[in-house]
């Protein structure tokens, strides 16, 4: 099915590791985007991409990279976890022209 | 800049009742305006959105707003609740990036508890 879809869906890290976490929309959307989700805090954008090649920073970047080789792909990296970064994060795409996105399922990230 | 403000983040209404989560926007031009919803342990699906048509807006799942400028609001409604809308809604707003492009800013959230 058409969509946005993340990996992995849960994962535990020991302060300090490092991870990917994967994006992958086959929309063909130019706009992609990071959010992070607290309690009661809503959600936040990372870092988000308006094409291929091209990133940049939203509300909340401190701790987080992201690239943009592909139209298909926006990994989120992580260099070194902190329990601030424990969260749900979403990745999203949007087309071009118009006003729909469509989010992925969502990466639950524990950090002890 | 461009937010938006969801009151009360916990709801609770009786099952059949009147469901009300208040949004209010602010915003310097006319904005667009959404409404998810997120059921437990799952991503964000998209109830209605608001992009300066008609006023009052319908969507999935018997729900609608309503976008009262005067009121700067887009409160969310549905006329009678049901078990299976306990879920956490969010109001967004979509900004525009300097140089192009947009994103969506998001309220804090809006917890539904439905009750029997």
């Known amino acids: 099915n058409a969509g946005v879809t993340q990996t992995p869906k849960f994962r535990i890290l020991k302060i300090g590791q490092s991870m990917t976490l994967q994006c992958t929309q086959d929309m063909n959307h130019n706009y992609m985007y990071w959010y992070r989700q607290d309690p009661g805090m809503g959600l936040k954008l990372i870092y988000y991409s308006v094409g291929a090649g091209i990133t940049d920073k939203g509300e909340v970047p401190n701790g987080y990279n992201v690239s943009r080789s592909t139209t298909e792909d926006f990994p989120l990296r992580l260099e070194l976890a902190a329990p601030s970064q424990t969260s749900v994060y979403f990745c999203?795409?949007?087309?071009?022209?118009?006003?729909?996105?469509?989010f992925g399922s969502g990466t639950r990230l524990t950090v002890v | 800049a461009q937010s938006v403000t969801q009151l009360g983040s916990h709801v609770s209404v009786s099952e059949g009742a009147l469901v009300l989560l208040r949004c209010n926007y602010s915003?310097?031009?006319?904005?667009?305006l959404f409404w998810y919803v997120q059921y437990p342990n799952q991503g964000l699906q998209l109830l209605l959105k608001?992009?300066?048509?008609?006023?009052l807006v319908k969507g999935i799942n018997g729900f609608e707003a309503e976008f009262k400028k005067s009121e700067t609001s887009f409160h969310l409604t549905k006329p009678s609740a049901h078990m299976s809308d306990a879920a956490e809604y969010f109001c967004a707003v979509s900004v525009e990036f300097t140089g192009g492009g947009n994103k969506l800013t998001f309220g804090t959230g809006t917890q539904l508890k439905v009750e029997l």
């Open positions: 999203a795409s949007r087309e071009l022209s118009g006003d729909g996105y469509t």
């Open positions: 608001y992009t300066s048509a008609a006023t």
């Open positions: 915003s310097s031009v006319p904005p667009y």
